[in-house]
């Protein structure tokens, strides 16, 4: 029989994933968490609302605009910036913002979007469960800002034994946990996992009610600040949580004019935030609840992939298989060890034999 705590850990998977977003000060996780829920249940409210007047069927270029569901995470923003700087044509593409990956995936589920922002275990995930996502842009590469971190007088990661994790009720907080004990030769019976919302973490930590926590940017900083020091991150698991947009394959195939278009603005705002930081930070800041240079700060730890590298990561090329698709296949293997997926899946379906470009359309 499995130990509860790892059935606990398993099921993990059906809640959010960056759920708390980010937030207005970093030490002050709760307060902006609760300024911006009633927008976020107004914005669900509408997205359910809607499910009686949009066909769950795929969307073609007569019933756009597309609908494309976000959560709050720094990786994210640059759709929200090529909005504000009137890149996206909003006659053919809606931003939806919910407060948690599970609203996210829900929605996706349940056709009131088309396309969402997630991380790739989340992709692999509605794939294993029959909905045809397929990837078309990868969003960021988390390399430092996804980590566990704990008291100081905790050295390493065996010293976690018999300690309390406060743990994120979602796919990434159980992966991220389930890898780093895996890679120390541990498992989850040797330690004592709280569930706990990102909004909750650092007061918990602050308050001695936890040794340890798994958690991401901003938060990580304001435990760092706070006192904790990082026992493991994501540079230890690199290429492992991606985070991905994603799209029906239905939709995908209809109108390749729409996804072209999708993947051209979001390389526009990357070159516009490369170009102008500071600018970028100030538009994006202001919808975040942030200040610009706690903005900046907060992609500390992600890397987000050029058009050229989008390229290698998801094309076939010369025959060869998409870059992404070796680290989907681990990632996917390490979901099946932990039993976050529901059964046998074939991954490569995430990446479409042909990948839209604005070159292809010309």
Same mark, same amino acid.
């Given at each position: 029989m499995l130990n509860s705590k790892k059935i606990m850990v398993n099921t993990i998977l059906s809640f959010n994933r960056r759920g708390g977003g980010l937030v207005s000060g970093l030490e002050n996780v709760s307060t902006w968490r609760g300024n911006r829920l009633t927008r976020s249940l107004a914005l669900l409210l509408v997205g359910l609302i809607s499910v009686f007047t949009l066909s769950c069927t795929p969307q073609t270029s007569e019933d756009l605009p597309l609908r494309i569901g976000t959560n709050i995470w720094p990786g994210y923003e640059p759709l929200y910036l090529a909005r504000e700087l009137g890149y996206l044509n909003e006659q053919e593409v809606r931003m939806v913002e919910f407060s948690s990956a599970s609203q996210v995936m829900r929605a996706y589920r349940n056709g009131l979007i088309d396309a969402a922002a997630l991380t790739l275990d989340e992709a692999i995930l509605l794939l294993s469960q029959g909905y045809n996502p397929r990837i078309l842009l990868v969003m960021d590469v988390s390399a430092g800002a996804d980590a566990i971190v704990a008291r100081p007088d905790i050295k390493n990661i065996a010293e976690l034994i018999d300690k309390k994790i406060a743990v994120e009720n979602s796919a990434l907080g159980a992966f991220v946990l389930g890898r780093a004990l895996e890679l120390n030769g541990m498992t989850v019976d040797q330690i004592e996992v709280l569930p706990l919302a990102i909004d909750k973490q650092f007061r918990a930590f602050a308050q001695g009610q936890v040794d340890a926590a798994v958690t991401f940017e901003p938060v990580k900083t304001a435990l760092l600040r706070r006192g904790a020091h990082v026992l493991f991150d994501s540079t230890q698991i690199p290429g492992e949580i991606v985070d991905v947009l994603v799209v029906r394959e %239905?939709?995908? #195939? $209809? #109108?390749? /004019? &729409? =996804?072209?278009? &999708?993947? @051209?603005?979001?390389? $526009? +705002?990357? @070159?516009?935030?490369?170009?102008?930081? #500071?600018? +970028? !930070? @100030? &538009?994006? /800041?202001? $919808? &975040?609840?942030?200040?610009?240079? %706690? =903005?900046?700060? /907060?992609?500390?730890?992600?890397?987000?992939? =050029?058009? %050229?590298? #989008?390229?290698?990561?998801? /094309?076939?090329? %010369?025959?060869? @298989?998409?870059?992404?698709?070796?680290? !989907?296949?681990?990632?996917y293997s390490s979901m099946l060890q932990q039993g976050m997926t529901p059964g046998p899946v074939e991954v490569k379906t995430l990446f479409p034999q042909q990948h839209h470009s604005s070159e292809q359309r010309k």
């Open positions: %239905q939709f995908f #195939n $209809r #109108n390749p /004019s &729409i =996804t072209s278009s &999708i993947q @051209d603005v979001w390389y $526009r +705002a990357l @070159d516009y935030f490369s170009a102008h930081p #500071n600018k +970028a !930070a @100030d &538009i994006m /800041s202001r $919808r &975040i609840g942030l200040s610009p240079e %706690q =903005t900046l700060a /907060s992609y500390d730890g992600l890397i987000l992939p =050029t058009k %050229q590298q #989008n390229e290698q990561l998801l /094309s076939y090329q %010369q025959g060869s @298989d998409p870059e992404l698709l070796k680290a !989907a296949t681990h990632l």
